[in-house]
């Protein structure tokens, strides 16, 4: 049996880790293996790696040197974690997937979203989600939620003004619309309690829950 590969994408302060949290325990307490991970991280390269891109030090890293660190570090979380349990049967959930660098690199950052693309075709070797969720919040809000978070992990990205964030949202539109066949749109401006029922209502239709 073939497994699935489930993303979760957004802006920052959409909420999409926490969902990602509170979804595990609820498919461990009904009994439903699957794998929760992230990018970039996973396992041990692709952590090193996300040491040094979001390192908050690193403000002269370049804006294609930044692109390519995020490949290699997805790459290597495909074939050591992500595409072997998927093989085994497994549901594989990812916290941020190849649509995060095609809205932040891609359009964001002004590389392009055809060649951010083209990046991650050599580096994902044609391996898509078999489904995303994109939580949807305005930039305003989900920074509004980052400066009230204490336990969010602050990153070099933390940094970029308001101009930047919405300049990725404006990114993951265009994703969507190129993609749309595999993508979800998830109201993440609601309780979490309510995002979650969302979330899971969309997934019975995808796996047995």
Known sequence: ??????????????????????????LQQSGIEAVFTREPGGIHIAEKIREVILNKEHTEMD???????????????LVEKVIPAIKNGEIVFCDRF???????????????????LSINEFAINGFMPDLTFYFSIEPERGLERIASSS??????????????HKKVQEGYEKVINRFQERIVIIDADKPMIEVLDDVKNVLKEHIQM
Do not use: W
Not at 63 to 77: G, I, P, S, V
């Open 63 to 77: 804006a294609r040197t930044e692109a390519l660190l995020y490949a290699a570090a997805r790459r290597q979380h």
């Open 98 to 116: 190849i649509d995060s660098s095609l809205a932040y690199q891609g359009h964001a950052r002004g590389l392009g979203i055809d060649e951010v």
């Open 1 to 26: 049996m073939i497994g699935k590969f489930i993303t979760f994408e957004g802006p920052e302060g959409a909420g999409k880790t926490t969902i990602l949290e509170l979804l595990m325990k609820d």
């Open 151 to 164: 336990e969010r992990e602050k990153n070099r990205l933390d940094l970029e003004g308001l101009s930047f």
